[in-house]
Structures are given as C-alpha cells and as structure tokens.
C-alpha cells in the first residue's frame, strides 16, 4: 500500500476509535465537519456516546468526580428527608393523638358564648366578653357524661406524678390514669406484655420502668406520693409519644391519687371509642366550654383557612433558607473541586480531544463531550448520594426516634425537593465540567499531538476585576454596616435591619470572588517567597502557580469554607455573650433553691407563701451532702398598685397595709437624664433611655421580695462568697447592705413604708439606714440584707420565702431525682431550681466547627494533591530519573499544602471576620452593642496555622519514596 494510501487507512483507524465512521477517498481528505456536527441531534449522540465511554476509560477520575457530587447530595437528601419525616400526615397524626377512637373531649372553661376553638388543635381556643358584659350561660362548668347521651361509652385519661422507691432510691415520675390497655387506643398506647389492670392496686409500667424499678412483671412497686402504696405490676404498656427509655406508670382512674375523673373533668380527658363527632357537633360544644379533637375533622377539615394549626409552620421557612444555603454552598464546592478533575482530565485526554478535532470535530462538539461527562458524572453522583441519602435518614430516624413515634411519625418522602437537590446535582456537575469544556474548544492540535503543554497566559483583565470586586465587596459592607446603624435608631425597623445584615454578608461574599480572581497572581508571589526555603518548596510553589486550573479552585473552596466557619463561629461567641449578659441568674452558681411561694388556684388565684421551710431545708439536706441548706427571711413588699376596668374605684378598695420598700437612687440608675421628676424608678416617662434593670423591676407579682432578714451566713448564701469585712461592720452596726449601688444614696439606704409601689404616694414612714454596698458575681433579685435585730429594732415583719442550698460542685442526676422525690413528698407543688448558668454553647460550636472544617480541608487538600500528582506523573519521573531524594518529592508535598490551604486559610478568616466586625459597631438605643466583637481567637488561630500543618504533614508523610519510570511515547506510529 502506497503513501497516502497508508495515511488514508490510519485516519479511518483513529476514527473507527473515537467511534466515528470517517468516509473519505484515497489520497484526499474527505470533509468530515458535517458528519461530526452538521446535525443537531446527530452531534449531540456522537458526544455523548463519546463522553460516556472517556469516563469509562478514566474510571478512577470519573469515580472520584462522582463522589464529589455524591456527598453533598446524600446529606442534602438526608437533612429534607428527616425534616419531611418530622411532620405528621392526618392519619398519623389521628393515630397519635387519638389511637382509635374518635374524637377527644376536654373541658376547659365555663359555658361561654363566643367559645371557639382551632378545627384542627383542641388546644387552641379563644372566648372574650364584649362590653365587660358577663356572657357566660352557666356559672359553673358542665360535666362530660352531661354531654352526651346515657348510653355514650367514655374513656377517661388524667395525668400525675408519682414519686416511687427505685432500686437506688426515690424518683419522681410521670403517670397516667384512665384506661390506656383499652383497644380502642391502639396506636396511641400498646400492650406489650402481661395483662390489663383490674383491680386500684394494679398498675402496668412501661418496659425502661421495670429496669429503673428493679422489678419483674408480677413483682411489686411502692409509691411514696401522692399516696404512700404498694402496687402490682401485671404488665407492660407502650406510648407513641414516650421515648424506649422513659419511666411512667399506668393505673385506673384515681389509682394513684384517689380522685375519681368525675371529680376532676377539668383535669381530664374524655375519649369517644365509639362515638363520631362531626365539625358541626364540635360547634355546637364550643358554647359549652368543651374543646374537642375529632377524627373526622382531623381527616376532612371543613376548609382550608379554618385552622391556624400546621406544624412547623414557625420554623419551615428558616429550615428552606438553611438548607438552600447549606446546599448551594456545598454544590459551590462540589463545582470547584470537579471543575479542577475535569481540568485535569482534559490534559490527560487531550491527545483523544486533539484526535477529535483532527478529524473534523469543531469547537461545538468538543464542548458537548466535555460537558457531557459533566452532566454523565453528576447524574451518576445525584443517583448514589439520594440511594444513600435516604438508607442514612431511613437508619437515622430508626436511631434517633428512640420508640417515640411522635418524634418522627413516619418515613416520607418529600419528592420535588429530591428532585431539585438532583436536577442542581447535576448543574454542578455540568459546571464543573463548563470551564474545562470552554477551553477544550481552543486546543491546539498539533501542540496536543506532540504532547506540548503551554503556560497559562498572565490576563490583565482579571486582577482588575478581582479589586474592583474586593473594593465594591468593602463598600457594600460598609454600607450594610450604616444600615444596619440607622435601624436601631429612636425607632427599631426590622426591616432596614434585615436589609443591612444581608449586604454585611453579601459584601463579603463578593470579596471573596474578587479573591479568587487574584488567587493565581498570589499563588506566583507565594511561589516567589517560598522559592528561598530549597528546591522542594521551589518546585511546589512554582508547579502550583503555573496550574492555577486545579490549585485555584482548591484555594477557593478552602477559602469558602474557612469563611463560613469563621463567620459562623464569631456569630455564635457574640449571641452567646448577649446571652450571658442578659441572663437572669435565680442564685449564684451550684445553688440549689425552693421558693416557698407557691401559685394556688383556690380559694383565689394568688401566689401563697406556704410554711414548710424547714421540710423542704431537710429534704434538700438529705439530697445533696455536699451542701448546707438554709431559710432565707424576707420582707413582704407592697404590692404593685393598679385598678381593674371594671373594679371598684380607688374610693371603694379595701385599704391596704404600708409595707416597706427601698427607694432607688435616680442619678445612680440613671446619670445622663435632665428631665426625670422624682426619686423612684418607676416615675420615668415610658420613652426613657435609661429603663430599670431587670433586677431592680418591682413588678414582680409578689414572688421577689426586695428587703431580706437574717444572719451574716444566710448573707454568704445569698451572696456566693464570703462576706467582706465592711459589710460586716455595716450589718453590726444596725445597717443594711446592699447588692447594688442604686441603692445607696450619700452612705444611706432609705426605706419608704408604702401602700403601693405607685411613686407619687407619699410614704407613711421613711427611715434612712447605715448602708455599704457588695456585689455578687452575678446581678440577683435580692437587694437589701439587714440582720434580725435590725429589723426587729424596725418593727418589720419578716417570714421563711426561700431554700437554699450551696453545692460544691454541679448535682448527680441520682441526687437531683432525690431531691426531686424528696420535695415532692413535702409539696407537690414546689419546684427545685439548680443554678447552672447559661449554656456556653459558643466554644463547643467554634470546636465543631473547627473539627468540620478540617474534615473539609483535609479532603480539599487530599483531592487537590491526588490531582497535581496525576497532572504531574511526568515531572515526578524525570526528578526520579534526575536522582531526585524521597525527601525532595515529600517537601513537594508539603509546600503544595503550605501553600494551597494556608493561603485559603488566611484569606478565608480575614472575609469571615469582616461581617462580625461590621455588626458589632451597630448600636441599640441604650447604646450597647447589639453584637459584642468576640472572634474565637484560639479556634481561629487553629484554623490558620495547625490547620495546614496538619495537612501539610500528611500530603509530606503520603509523598512516599516509590519511584516513577520515566517513558515517553511516540506520537505518531
């Protein structure tokens, strides 16, 4: 065969590989453009054909560009689908809340006209009186088996607490009494094991009660409140709402309290098994008190605005815009890092590319096969990532719900999100493969024949984008720094706020794009400076800077994520020193405390101030050994005075007893205000920038007495801290101290005996006591501290309101269930409060951060490094074949990492301070920092510096030792 022949015969070959069928008559080249990509459709199957066996043949690169797409979309997946999970559907929901029974009754109030209630929430109801007009139609509430007819069958359930002997001891315990075995509640309560109670003394327990109790089905249980009884345990029950582990017993009606459900309808819950209610007969309820829950209401709603209830309704939109955020940043992830594979690869194909278009391929079709293994790759990864995404949620709502169906009612699927997360799956994939595909249509043929590789070309267009982003970035931050600033002026507007912290943001997020533009220009002055520490860290550097195509998007996504982690963290230390701040502290810390003020519906709705002190003293001493509990003494204060719209007139109100109260010090409270026109805190215009502080409001229904009695111990209590030698001598010589210096005026403490707290009145009595001032730790309600001859000296009368005790060290859940057991015993009515502080939730964020990020990084730093030894095989050969040591190919490593992910750490920690920075100089009207500035400088120090050591370490230790042959390869047969 001749010459041309031969080359005829060669180009038929290559084209019979790429999977063309190349027509051409000897000796002449056959203009084969048309059967590329003269026609549309047919174009658009040969590159995909095409695309799809190059990602075939580079099955490592096209397994890890999947992957990519993969894990972003299995944890999208997996958030929606937990979330959609999270939502009961109707029956679920009638499942849970009525088993099988048909509606539930409840009833709370006195036959009222103008009742109503939710259609689909008994618990939502409303009724008013129009024109103060007494509209009730019955003084007294109506009975459930009034209700309907005789032959009605009802189940009741009314729930308590019990306190019940444990095998280590006493706890106290929720119950329920009714009829929860009956079958008609099945979904709601299941019997497990055993059988149903029929006697008062028999009980079932759920299966967590018999390991608590240290008992068997058949054994005993001994309760100690509300009734001391021993009770036998004949089976085991389920709730749907109770998690596996909970602890809760079940008995007939009035098993454990002795009150029959008929004594108590306003306690108790009445279910209808058998008897249907429709919306109408719910309506005709509603006037007599009684709010209902139906079956047939909850499945057909009587019409779609009816109801107020949707659940999750207050939270769906944040957890949309979280998830839109938290997917678009990863898919910008996901893009970055394929994007630099897809670069790769199209190096490593070139010579295939260069085939294509020697044979008549053009720009277009080019640009289809690249971005069609896009598109190929990310469906690939969309279609793992959700078969992941939902066997991960499917195992994690198993975890998570605990046995508690309420929790999580069901699997379900919410398939337009599915569909969304896949369709942007695979735009990203699509983009990623975008750029690479752009410039795959400019190759020149016979540099990628001949194996050639050019340098990328240094544009000057592109560091001048990138500062005039990073100047536009800083204006637009500043500006939302100013808007956020003239939001909380004389009138709060949520508004301008909202709009100020989203350009704080944007402006940022802006700047970070115009860095990435200037990314290759600080890559090659890195690679400068870095060139003086040895040929290891100059060949990384510079081999970094001369492929920006794969180091750019690795510096970008390292930035990205370090951005939002810094940010993030910094919001997270602010809100938690406002929430520090604006705690309100009940004691000091490690103290237990009981309030002897104790809410009594009857004979009157009032707070009561009840006289077991020295019970609840000896409970909480028996509870916690490591504390001393003591009766803490207070003066009744007056109460704050106020006349009802259609009460008696001041003329007719009983006269009220003068009760002591100490005066506020306006300049003390309040320094910078002219206009104030008296002495008491209370007396300031409603527009006052100096408003009272929390513990100085008098406000305070009766429960926080401002004047206390007792001795210089019982001030240590109260204080936290031992008592100073002033105070000391101030208390000894027949004054008070005070805990803050508004009260203090010239050395003196004024106490005015009131009637009211009204501030005009004038006091019946004023008395001015020796009076120094000491601080506790934290602001407390406690103002002022006397000893008992001083106030007996005064003729106050004081009483026992309080309980504390002081605690080493932060109470063991076995001594807070016994002393919760042992209060219960005492008063049902009392409540222990363990002052813990507020939640330091900031540094336990900023380190999962921190550990989140370097999760990222480190799989960041791993792709890049995996990809630059792929594009660099062949540099690596010739320094092996150079003689080049193991040790100059681990500083190689190394300095790519040095380089890569700390320059994305820096850029990254600097933009993500700059929105914290920016909303901390925005003030409030009092002029405090809404924000404080309190970046966690530790974590951030971290990020920046151990960060990409540590990746740089591991891309040094993983270079390894083992030597690649050099080979080259002929380009043409």
């Not at 029959?260 to 005709?284: F, H, I, K, N, R």
């Not at 779609?304 to 659940?311: H, L, R, T």
């Not at 900023?846 to 990084?857: G, N, R």
């Not at 660099?872 to 003689?883: C, E, F, I, N, P």
């Amino acid at each position: 065969m001749g010459g041309p022949d031969r080359l005829s015969a060669r180009r038929a070959h290559r084209g019979r590989v790429a999977g063309i069928r190349c027509l051409e008559p000897a000796g002449r080249p056959a203009p084969v453009t048309a059967s590329l990509s003269g026609g549309r459709s047919g174009g658009t199957r040969i590159a995909f054909r095409i695309a799809r066996r190059m990602a075939g043949q580079s099955r490592g690169r096209s397994a890890l560009i999947a992957l990519l797409v993969a894990i972003p979309v299995l944890g999208l997946v997996g958030i929606t689908t937990v979330v959609a999970s999270n939502e009961a559907t109707p029956a679920e929901r009638v499942s849970l809340e009525l088993g099988a029974t048909e509606a539930r009754v409840s009833i709370v109030a006195v036959p009222t006209a103008d009742f109503s209630q939710d259609p689909l929430d008994d618990r939502f109801f409303r009724y008013g009186y129009a024109d103060n007009a007494v509209q009730s139609l019955n003084p007294t509430p109506v009975s459930a088996e009034s209700l309907f007819a005789p032959d009605t069958r009802l189940l009741s359930i009314r729930s308590t607490d019990v306190v019940a002997q444990t095998k280590d001891g006493l706890g106290s315990f929720p119950a329920v009494q009714g009829q929860p075995w009956d079958p008609a509640f099945a979904g709601k309560w299941d019997v497990t094991a055993g059988t149903a109670p029929t006697a008062a003394d028999e009980i079932m327990v759920t299966a967590a009660t018999l390991e608590r109790l240290g008992a068997t089905i058949g054994g005993t249980a001994t309760l100690t409140a509300p009734h001391a009884e021993t009770y036998t345990i004949v089976g085991t029950i389920r709730s749907s709402s109770l998690d596996d582990d909970a602890v809760a017993f079940f008995g007939l009606p009035g098993a454990f309290d002795g009150v029959p459900p008929e004594a108590s309808d306003w306690m108790t819950q009445w279910y209808l098994p058998d008897t249907p209610l429709s919306w109408s007969q719910v309506q005709e309820l509603n006037p007599l008190g009684v709010s209902v829950l139906s079956r047939s209401v909850l499945l057909d709603p009587p019409s779609p605005g009816s109801s107020s209830y949707d659940p999750g309704q207050t939270s769906s939109g944040f957890l949309t815009l979280f998830i839109a955020l938290l997917g678009g940043f990863a898919l910008f992830e996901v893009a970055l890092l394929a994007g630099a594979a897809f670069t790769v690869g199209a190096r490593t194909q070139q010579r295939t590319l260069a085939t294509l278009a020697s044979v008549g391929g053009d720009r277009r079709l080019l640009f289809r096969v690249m971005s069609f293994g896009g598109i190929i790759l990310g469906a690939v990864g969309a279609a793992v990532g959700t078969v992941l995404g939902l066997a991960g949620a499917r195992i994690f709502l198993g975890v998570w719900a605990n046995g508690n169906a309420s929790r999580y009612p069901g699997f379900h699927l919410d398939l337009v999100s599915l569909l969304v997360i896949a369709a942007f799956a695979v735009l990203a994939g699509w983009c990623a493969a975008a750029v690479p595909a752009r410039a795959a249509g400019r190759i020149d043929v016979l540099a990628a024949l001949r194996g050639a590789q050019r340098p990328p070309r240094t544009r000057r267009r592109r560091p001048i984008a990138g500062f005039t982003l990073l100047a536009l970035g800083a204006i637009i931050t500043v500006i939302g720094g100013l808007v956020q600033l003239s939001a909380y002026g004389p009138i709060y507007r949520s508004g301008q706020s909202t709009l100020g912290v989203v350009l704080i943001i944007a402006g940022p997020v802006i700047m970070q794009i115009g860095a990435v533009f200037l990314a290759p220009g600080i890559l090659r002055r890195a690679a400068e400076l870095a060139s003086r520490w040895g040929p290891g860290a100059r060949l990384s550097t510079r081999d970094v800077a001369r492929n920006p195509g794969r180091s750019v998007p690795a510096l970008a996504a390292i930035m990205s994520c370090v951005f939002v982690a810094t940010f993030v963290m910094s919001l997270q230390a602010s809100l938690e020193i406002n929430s520090t701040r604006t705690y309100t502290y009940t004691a000091p810390l490690n103290t237990a405390l009981v309030s002897l003020n104790v809410f009594e519906e009857e004979p009157a709705f009032e707070y009561v101030v009840q006289s077991t002190g020295p019970e609840v003293a000896a409970a909480l001493d028996a509870s916690f050994p490591s504390g001393q509990a003591r009766l803490l003494n207070s003066v009744e204060q007056p109460f704050p005075g106020f006349t009802a719209p259609d009460g008696p007139t001041a003329e007719d109100a009983p006269a009220l007893p003068a009760l002591p109260y100490p005066r506020i010090d306006p300049d003390s409270l309040c320094p910078s205000d002219a206009d104030r026109t008296g002495s008491g805190a209370q007396e300031f215009p409603a527009d006052i920038r100096c408003p009272t502080p929390y513990y100085l409001d008098v406000d305070n229904g009766g429960r926080d007495d401002h004047i206390w009695v007792g001795d210089v111990d019982d001030l240590a209590a109260i204080l936290g801290m031992p008592v100073s030698a002033q105070s000391r001598q101030t208390l000894a010589a027949g004054g008070a101290v005070s805990t803050y210096d508004e009260y203090l005026v010239e050395d003196g403490i004024r106490l005015d005996w009131l009637t009211t707290l009204n501030t005009s009145e004038e006091p019946a009595r004023s008395v001015t006591l020796a009076g120094s001032v000491q601080k506790p730790e934290h602001p407390l309600r406690y103002a002022i501290f006397m000893l008992d001859s001083t106030a007996d000296a005064l003729g106050l009368e004081y009483r026992p309101t309080v309980v504390v005790s002081s605690l080493d060290a932060p109470p063991t859940v076995a001594e807070l269930d016994q002393a919760q057991a042992a209060l219960a015993a005492v008063s049902q009515d009392m409540s222990l409060t363990v002052e813990a502080g507020p939640d330091a939730y900031g540094a336990t964020w900023s380190w999962a951060l921190l550990a989140l990020t370097a999760v990222i990084a480190l799989v960041t730093a791993t792709i890049t490094i995996g990809l630059a030894r792929a594009d660099g095989h062949r540099d690596s050969a010739v320094l092996s074949s150079l003689g080049a040591s193991p040790w100059v190919r681990r500083a190689f490593g190394f300095w790519q990492a040095v380089v890569v992910v700390g320059l994305g750490s820096v850029i990254g920690v600097l933009l993500g301070l700059m929105p914290s920075f920016a909303l901390s100089l925005t003030r409030d009207a009092l002029g405090a920092t809404v924000l404080p500035f309190a970046p966690p400088w530790l974590q951030l120090a971290l990020m920046v510096v151990a960060l990409p050591a540590l990746v740089a370490v591991g891309a040094a230790l993983t270079a390894g030792g083992t030597h690649t042959r050099f080979s080259n390869r002929a380009v043409f047969d």
